[in-house]
């Protein structure tokens, strides 16, 4: 059994070691890349002033925040929410472990080690080269639905994420309900080991853009290609 928690974290700022805090972490669990649907949200009190423009990216005031607890008071409970072996998935994960696991570090817990840490960011860079793939390009990409993400929201990003995990990996496993999928030309049984799911083939057409940034590539960076001899 493989468990998987792709997560998210918003803060104040971009460096936790310049004294930025965590204002929120989402998360969502993976068994064997299907969703269970158990999640993990936290909003945390940073006890600081949240700036302009951070606040612009996620909507969360001081005001909303100074009501919540504390990492402190929530650090165990996410521990325990993660595990000490479950895979952690991440979009640009050292921006986001390594705000946790200064939080941890300033408790004196254990923080995070890399060899658990999947960065999707790297994945996708590595998959489309000079395109754009931050979360929203991903969902495009996808034909993920992101028009809930009017603002930067930890679970929220997290069950988006954790969609655009599945399709990187090469598409959605059966979900335990054994819904009919779009795209599918059979359902799976758990009763039969000779049911399987097939899909039909997906495409990943470049766009004008990546055409563009392919095209001036070949002409200032490849002299005397041999292809056009």
């Known amino acids: 059994m493989v468990r998987e928690i792709v997560f998210d974290t918003e803060t104040t700022g971009f460096n936790a070691e310049e004294g930025e805090r965590l204002v929120e972490i989402g998360a969502v669990e993976l068994i064997n890349h299907i969703p269970t649907g158990k999640t993990y949200h936290q909003y945390i009190n940073p006890e600081k002033e949240v700036p302009e423009e951070a606040y612009k990216v996620h909507g969360l005031s001081y005001d909303f925040l100074k009501d919540f607890p504390t990492f402190d008071k929530v650090a165990d409970d996410w521990l325990e929410f993660i595990g000490e072996d479950s895979v952690l998935v991440a979009h640009n994960a050292q921006f986001d472990i390594n705000f946790v696991n200064y939080e941890l570090k300033q408790l004196g817990k254990p923080t995070l080690s890399w060899d658990r840490v999947v960065d999707t960011l790297e994945i996708a860079r590595s998959m489309f080269p000079g395109a754009r793939n931050n979360l929203d390009a991903l969902c495009k990409r ?56 097939y899909r039909e083939p997906r495409s990943f057409p470049p766009t004008a853009e990546e055409l563009e940034t392919h095209k001036a590539f070949l002409e200032n960076k490849i002299k005397d290609a041999v292809w056009l001899s």
């Open 142 to 197: 996808f034909g993920v639905d992101n028009s809930s993400r009017t603002n930067h929201g930890a679970l929220l990003d997290a069950e988006l994420l954790a969609k655009v995990y599945l399709e990187l990996m090469g598409g959605e496993e059966p979900t335990m309900g054994l819904e009919e999928k779009k795209g599918t030309k059979t359902t799976v049984s758990f009763d039969s080991h000779e049911d399987k799911v």
